[in-house]
């Protein structure tokens, strides 16, 4: 018989926390406007379910929320649990901190410390209020990583019989690296009783920390006797590893501890949508939203028309890079699409690699492209033009650039080589050595003294286990080390410039995937910018197959801005591409003017010879030789140029709505706002949709104004709104409607 004890009982706004102790182990109960959505608390260790032996608590009574501490005991750790409930809003916070009290160092099998949700009543059978529950990924309910965007979204029973995983390869037949976790920034719990949901949130910007789920315990393969003996039960919440990440946490020496992010348990009443909105505001509230005064340039990008990018992925450059770059990137050619910007109505010219001497070098090349003073003001009065750069991190450089010592070593303390295609060995660059991070800091703040308005930093791969002892780092250097060096070169940018504006790629996979979560490294005096992953290449194929439909789904869950450029020539005469990404990136490039007949030839042995190769398990749609675009294409996309910049503040800066994934808003609150409608069916499409004042931001003190136009029109409805809208096939329609105060009484 167990000993049970009723230790603590805390209460918060509609929530209630309460602690027993039995048999040495402790539960947690967790209860929320009368539903419960913890029975119990644990831990897998090893594999293994494994209860948390208690030692003591204590409650903190507070007037913003009392708090519980719990120091506990798994394996070799002691555990120090934190719950804090909100006194005014229905929230827990949860700190979780893991210390090796022993005399000799812990390696940490996988671990996890979370709540226990019961699946099954004391009969055995499924408890029925569980049947409707689904629980959704945040901030990717689409997953960008998927090859065809399939939903992160499922029932409690996929979660029990299911594995999650990860990627680390962007090409689709390279499948994902399963694991016993399912793991993601979040997860929005909701479809329970009377519409009562959990946003489970982790917050870690100083670490590669997820939010994890799993089985406490697996279904066993045959039926037993005994329905109880299963314990049935998903673990979620909490803190644990996932891939080896956070790095700290899986190795304590004797006496350190860790602790891992703030987890923040957040109940409402909705769908998956309010979740993502809850997310979004709390994120936000944490320093992760949209910076002041957020205006970026719109960018023409110079490398879909420049040959230099396609000759090189086509092989006809060889392996003379200077030669090649003296041939295709020149003042003349960079003045040349400077009046391609301009006749677009862009602001900012954007410089792809080619620009320095050298991959990587950040060192402008004044021998073909002049004094860098001259060329920027020649850019503002000539074109009216701001300068933007792509950068790389250690990475993607040509090491002769960059100190000797700055080189990754390997364990016997020599130079790491990479082996190229013709035979070549070359060094790579330590992204955590000090020597190359403060001499590419150095560079980057010459080119910004000298009128760069933005820097992309692209490149950022994990440059690998380096061994050197001179760079700074831990021996070997880890994914965390490599990524505070990232960290440390923007805030120096930052704090010199703050004005200049950065984009940031994964820190971790690049540009292709994103692997870290999306708020890591970010904060005050960080970069600005994410990327939109590798969606420039092929924009309109991505929409169709369902991959960029993600960046509608990060948009709902996120305020920090997404950048990317597209490529003009694939999209279609109805500007949907075009129309997409201005929607869900707040910071739109664009490039790629109807080319001459040999350098569309060039781009189109390189699709075949290399990027379609790669991405041929997602491609839909278009044939393998694309004919020459249309004139016509370029005048629609001046047209859509036009429209955009004159309703430019909306995509920029007002808050984005979902009320499908193929029906946006742009909501300047008092200032009005924009609807945006996509088609992508190849079919006209007919739209109504209804929508109440709350769904797309406004509050009771004002009222959309009813507005009618060209295939279109927007009305009240009772006490909601009716937008009515016939789009051609694959279009986009974009809509821009005003308010005014709603009548008193």
């Not at 080319?595 to 075949?608: C, K």
């Amino acid at each position: 018989m167990r000993a049970q004890m009723d230790a603590a009982r805390l209460a918060g706004k509609s929530v209630e926390l309460a602690l027993t102790v039995a048999d040495g182990a402790y539960e947690l109960r967790l209860v929320a406007d009368g539903h419960e959505w913890a029975g119990g608390y644990s831990c897998r260790w090893g594999g293994a379910a494994a209860p948390l032996k208690y030692e003591s608590h204590a409650v903190v009574p507070a007037e913003t929320g009392n708090t519980l501490a719990i120091v506990g005991r798994v394996g070799q750790l002691r555990v120090r649990q934190v719950l804090r409930l909100d006194a005014d809003e229905p929230v827990v916070e949860e700190s979780l901190t893991v210390t090796n009290d022993s005399a000799a160092a812990v390696r940490l099998p996988p671990f996890h410390c979370g709540f226990t949700t019961q699946l099954q009543q004391d009969n055995g059978l499924w408890r029925p209020e569980l049947e409707a529950v689904r629980v959704t990924a945040y901030p990717f309910r689409r997953d960008m990583r998927d090859p065809h965007g399939r939903y992160q979204e499922f029932t409690l029973r996929e979660l029990l019989s299911g594995r999650g995983g990860y990627r680390v390869d962007w090409r689709g037949d390279v499948p994902m690296i399963p694991t016993e976790e399912w793991g993601a920034e979040g997860w929005v719990w909701w479809g329970a009783v009377a519409d009562r949901g959990l946003l489970v949130l982790k917050h870690a910007p100083d670490a590669l920390e997820f939010s994890l789920v799993q089985p406490l315990v697996r279904p066993r393969p045959v039926p037993v006797t005994r329905p109880n003996d299963l314990r049935l039960a998903l673990l979620f919440g909490g803190a644990g590893l996932w891939h080896d990440d956070p790095e700290e946490a899986c190795a304590l020496a004797p006496g350190s501890s860790h602790t891992f992010g703030t987890t923040y348990y957040r109940f409402f009443r909705g769908d998956w949508r309010t979740g993502y909105y809850l997310a979004r505001g709390l994120m936000a509230r944490l320093g992760h939203g949209l910076p002041a005064d957020y205006d970026p340039p719109v960018h023409w990008n110079e490398l879909y028309d420049n040959p230099l990018w396609w000759a090189d992925w086509a092989g006809q450059s060889g392996d003379d890079e200077a030669a090649a770059r003296r041939k295709y990137y020149t003042r003349d050619g960079m003045m040349a699409e400077a009046e391609k910007a301009r006749e677009l109505g862009c602001e900012a010219l954007y410089l792809d690699p080619g620009w320095d001497t050298t991959m990587g070098s950040t060192i402008w090349a004044e021998d073909r492209l002049g004094p860098m003073e001259r060329f920027v003001a020649d850019l503002r009065e000539k074109y009216g033009l701001k300068l933007a750069l792509h950068t790389t991190f250690a990475d993607w450089h040509n090491a002769e650039s960059f100190p000797p010592d700055a080189r990754v070593l390997g364990p016997d303390g020599k130079p790491f080589e990479i082996a190229l295609p013709d035979g070549r060995r070359v060094p790579k660059l330590c992204g955590a050595a000090r020597q190359f991070r403060e001499e590419k800091i150095r560079r980057l703040k010459a080119l910004a003294a000298r009128g760069v308005a933005f820097f992309m930093v692209d490149g950022t791969w994990f440059t690998g286990d380096c061994h050197a002892t001179n760079h700074g780092h831990p021996v070997p250097c880890r994914r965390t080390d490599h990524c505070e060096s990232i960290r440390q070169l923007i805030a120096a940018i930052r704090q010199a410039f703050p004005d200049v504006l950065i984009e940031l790629h994964d820190p971790v996979l690049s540009g292709d995937l994103r692997y870290s979560p999306c708020h890591y490294l970010h904060g005050p005096g960080a970069h600005q910018e994410l990327w939109a992953c590798e969606f420039m290449w092929e924009p309109l194929d991505d929409l169709l197959t369902g991959r960029a439909i993600s960046l509608y789904y990060y948009n709902l869950a996120h305020r920090v801005p997404l950048y990317l450029h597209i490529d003009l020539r694939h999209d279609n005469t109805s500007a949907l591409a075009f129309w997409w990404y201005a929607s869900t990136c707040r910071h739109l490039g664009v490039g790629g003017k109807r080319p001459a007949p040999d350098v569309w030839a060039i781009h189109q042995q390189a699709l075949r010879r290399s990027f379609r190769p790669l991405l041929k398990p997602t491609f839909t749609g278009l044939t393998t030789d694309d004919p020459l675009p249309p004139p016509e294409l370029w005048e629609a996309h001046k047209t859509a140029m036009r429209r955009y910049r004159e309703l430019k503040p909306y995509f920029v800066a007002g808050e984005f709505y979902g009320l499908d994934e193929l029906a946006h808003v742009h909501s300047l609150g008092a200032r009005g706002m924009v609807f945006a409608l996509f088609n992508l069916e190849t079919q006209p499409r007919r739209v109504e949709l209804e929508f109440r004042a709350e769904d797309v931001g406004l509050d009771g003190a004002y009222r959309l104004k009813a507005k009618r136009g060209a295939g279109y029109a927007l009305r009240e409805r009772g006490a909601g709104y009716l937008l009515e809208a016939t789009l051609p096939a694959r279009s986009p329609l974009v809509v821009d409607a005003g308010v005014r105060r709603a009548r008193s009484g």
